[in-house]
């Protein structure tokens, strides 16, 4: 027998069909309807005219001047084609017919649809939406949504068989619900392949949501004349009367099913799936009815969406309620991998699956339908290469790993929650194969008349096409699946971390610290290099020179280092006195005077970021244009606290050259106005007067603390430290000993800048040894880590030899450099020139 391949009705073009259902007749008329250019073969005999061409006749003439000047009124009000004009019940003059006319523009045509009008059930569309709507309006769950709407919908449409049809991520379909006859088998829980339902049938479901088959062996009236003066065919896509695929036909009928009616559910713009009705007599709907059907859908959909919507948000608070739990029980525990061992089998609570493991320091422990344990090592290898810390979720392990086909039946998906940053501990939650969950609804050796294109056009071959694609495969794991992981992640780290704190004093919580550090750490590294992907990004002046490019965004990074030290200080924050202090100690070598006057406060790490990069643009502004530009210029800082415990900023210049607006807004502009209230909540108010620049800043006292002084003022005034002197690595030669390659690049520049004969750099302790034992340099900067060893023993060499070194660290204090009878400077990553060079210039004064 022969057989089909269904993805060739991917290239059927479905909405050109050239021809109608028997149950009504079409006209196709100019966009204004006047004069009829193609008809349907039956459009004379269906309408009871003597004349059978009605092509070329003005449609007035043919149907009479009342109703085409009905249908002209029912085109104006119709907008798009998916809802056309409709007119009930129409008796036409010309032959004292009475029809159900619908008519829509497409394409430039008007296109008219007759069905014969019956005087039975109720008048209006309006009446049976009226019923179905108000039935359902008790419903609370999608479930009770989509099991009460198929009992309804065949109590009022007296189809034999009504079902909701889901479709999944894949494009495939589920029967979710069913109501039928009987005497009729089961397609409740029946599973069917994506290519039953092509491509364009599926966009055409979105376009035009309502689609009736009358008669699934019934004739079809072709369209006359078949092409039009430019050589295309009708597009029917929105026609109710386009007539069907015949593979589509095909497959109704080896069902026994003689005539059918869906109705598209579209959720947030998507296919969701369709409500199909199936009868085994032909069965043509009312206008009304379908109409109707229409409505219904429609408001399926929006109540649906709207049920599975209350659905997840009620999941996630028993999630929330799930994971709090957790945490409480939590509180006393010391025993970690007993306490989760414990608490495996609940976690399908959280997360619907078959079973769970949990891979904790080596050791596999599980509940329920897991893989076998010798096939652990290769799948923690497969987890190994997710980046750490990452959720890992697949449907068919078998993608990552094949010999996993081999335990599918138990555990074909998996969804993996790392306990840590080091890729060994896991907690697992598996799905078994999809098939395995799967049974066919009716009896089993139910057979089905084959039609000429073969078997696979029957619901049993489609079943089984559909179990072949999803072998190996379980059910996908859900986007609020996946959140409701990563909250997982979050509450069983906290688990680990309290179980850390727990420990002795002295492993337990350093040990649990580092954790969150690493995390903390991850969050602020994101955010600093947003920030700094902003600074380098915004866009700068044509005529601004590549060097004063690079000194901008050099000093703006200097105040995010600067920023990011303070972040570490402790509980209270950056000190807002230090942060002024440092600065504005760059602009004092003119001689000019500042003053700084406020009672001590500090800001917490997100806000010293923030007001460090504003500060920093004020103070370039004022040493670039304002008065730290001239030697008669002065500078007054000031802040005091609100009533409402704010911090009140004011920066006050005067005695340099006139102010005025700038003509444009740059980068700094815009930061120093904008950055405080955007990302603080607080006020940036910037004014130009004449004799100099005052800005106003207000930060929040949400991100403020006021040590016990905080009502005494203090007042300081900068005076400026010359440097004076040749640079300290002139005509010298440099050890830099640095693992990191981009770091050593940018410091060799510094030191090649501030003049030194030749820069050697070195990335490990043994090749810095080597270079003291062959040609020891004249000065040496040493990075203090170097991944897993340190520059102590290099530092301790060059302190023997009396050879002047300075240690660069990114620590914030002194507990991570060599111990060495040897007092030597430290400059602090990320450095400048100017901070380097002070260090070496120290250096080289320690010898003296």
Known sequence: MATVDLTNCDREPIHVPGSIQTHGCLLVCDEGAVVIRRQSANAASFLGLPEQNLVGRKLEEVLGGTPVHELRNALSRSGEPSRP?????????????????????????????????????????????????????????????????ARLLRAILQYDRVMIYQFAADGSGQVVSEAKRSDLESFRGQHFPASDIPQQARQLYLLNPIRLVSDASGARHPIEPVLDETGQPLDMTYSHLRSVSPIHCEYLRNMGVAASMSVSIIVDGALWGLIACHHYTPRAMTMNQRIAAEIFGEFFALQLGILTQKQKLEAGDRA????????????????????????????????????????????????????????????????????????????????????????????????????????????????????????????????????????????????????????????????????????????????????????????????????????????????????????????????????????????????????????????????????????????LGNGQRIAIAGPPAALEPRAFSVVALVIHELATNAAKYGALSRESGRLAVEWARSAMGDCLITWRESGGPPVSPPERTGFGSALVSRSIPFDLGGGSDISFEPTGVVARLTIPARFLSWPAAAQASETSALAAIPEGGPSPVQGKSV???????????????????MGAARVTICASVAEAVGLLERDPPDIAVLDVNLGAETSEEVARRLAAARRPFVFATGYDDGSRLPIIDHAAPVVRKPYSVATLSAALRQALQGLV
């Open 85 to 149: 004009g409709l007119m009930p019940r129409v008796t036409l003059a010309t032959t004292s017919r009475t029809f159900d006319i619908s008519v829509h523009r497409f394409k430039g045509n008007a296109i008219v649809e007759f069905e014969l009008a019956t005087p039975e059930g109720p008048a209006s569309p309006l009446e049976f939406a009226r019923t179905l709507v108000g039935r359902l309006s008790h419903v609370r769950t999608p479930r009770e949504l989509i099991e009460s709407a």
């Open 320 to 587: 929330r309620g799930f994971l709090q739990d957790l945490l409480a029980s939590s509180v006393h525990t010391t025993d970690l991998a007993a306490f989760l061992r414990s608490h495996l089998s609940s976690f399908p609570q959280l997360v619907p699956c078959d079973g769970v493991g949990l891979l904790l320091d080596g050791t596999w422990s599980s509940w329920g339908r897991v893989p076998p344990a010798d096939a652990l090592p290769e799948l923690a290898a497969v987890l190994g290469q997710v980046p750490p810390g990452a959720v890992f979720a697949t449907s068919s392990v078998s993608e990552e790993m094949p010999t996993a086909r081999a335990f599918a039946a138990e555990a074909a998906g998996v969804l993996a929650i790392p306990l840590s940053q080091l890729p060994r501990d896991y907690l697992l939650l598996f799905r078994r194969e999809l098939v395995q969950t799967v049974e066919w609804g009716g009896d089993p050796s139910k057979t089905y008349t084959s039609g000429p294109l073969g078997d696979r056009l029957t619901p049993r071959q489609s079943f089984a096409v559909w179990k072949q694609t999803v072998e190996n495969r379980s059910l996908p794991w859900t986007q609020v699946e996946l959140d409701l992981a990563e909250s997982a992640r979050g509450a069983l780290i906290e688990v680990v971390l309290r179980q850390g704190e727990l420990l002795s004093e002295e492993r337990g919580k350093t040990e649990a610290r580092q954790k969150m550090l690493n995390q903390e750490l991850n969050h602020r590294v994101k955010n600093i290099l947003s920030v700094i992907r902003s600074i380098v990004s915004y866009p700068v002046q044509d005529e601004t020179a590549i060097r004063t490019y690079v000194q901008t965004i050099q000093g703006r990074i200097d105040a995010l280092s600067l920023a990011h030290d303070q972040a570490t200080l402790g509980v209270g924050g950056g000190a807002l006195r230090e942060l002024f202090e440092a600065e504005l100690a760059p602009y």
């Open 735 to 753: 050890l830099l000993l640095e693992d990191q390659f981009l770091i050593a690049m940018d410091v060799e520049e510094m030191l090649l800048s």
